[in-house]
């Protein structure tokens, strides 16, 4: 459900093992525990959602968590990154919106796979606010919102040809 798409892209975290990289079944257990994660926070939620109900869904051992995550939010945000990578992958490929029908067959294919992406990662989306306020974290704060914008310009800019004026906040 994830994606992980190389092997390359999973470490063990330090000081687990003198070579990070991990081979097949490494990659398998990062994936089975990342898969995990995203179904106990969507039946449990942020803050419900313990180590052991993961490593629970997953069939795996805590050590074997701790070799790739270092907490519950370590595992949530890199799902969250996970999801950002795949909104902008999908906000690049909204080609130009006409006024007809081959531009509404256009946007409504578009908001198709966007619906399809957020069923995936739909635990995300409604944890993000709780996983939010425990990061207490502006940076975090400015990146969503450069997600938002990003998305956001691409519909406007697809129908319209036009870009959207930066928020008065200074959060753009």
């Known amino acids: 459900m994830t994606g992980v ?13 003198e070579n990070p990289q991990v081979g097949e079944r490494g990659a398998t257990t990062y994936r ?10 969507g039946e449990r939620g942020f803050h419900d959602t313990h180590i052991e109900l993961i490593t ?10 701790y070799q ?14 996970q999801l950002a990578d795949a909104m902008g992958k999908l906000t690049a490929t909204l080609r130009p919106v006409t006024p007809d029908a081959e531009g509404v067959a256009t946007l409504s294919a578009w908001y198709d796979d966007l619906v399809d992406l957020y069923a995936a990662y739909a635990p995300v989306f409604v944890a993000f ?4 306020r425990d990061r207490r974290s502006g940076g975090a704060r400015r990146s ?4 938002s914008d990003h998305v956001g310009d691409a519909l406007l800019g697809s129908a319209k040809g036009r ?6 906040d200074g959060l753009s």
């Open 163 to 168: 870009q959207r004026r930066p928020a008065a």
């Open 68 to 81: 790739y995550f270092s907490s519950k939010d370590d595992v949530f945000w890199r799902l969250a990154a």
């Open 32 to 41: 089975r525990i990342l898969d995990a994660a995203l179904g106990v926070f």
């Open 56 to 65: 629970e869904a997953a069939g795996c051992s805590r050590p074997s968590f």
């Open 129 to 132: 606010p709780a996983a939010m």
């Open 144 to 147: 969503l919102r450069a997600i």
């Open 5 to 17: 798409s190389e092997r390359a892209d999973v470490v063990r975290r330090p000081p687990f093992g």
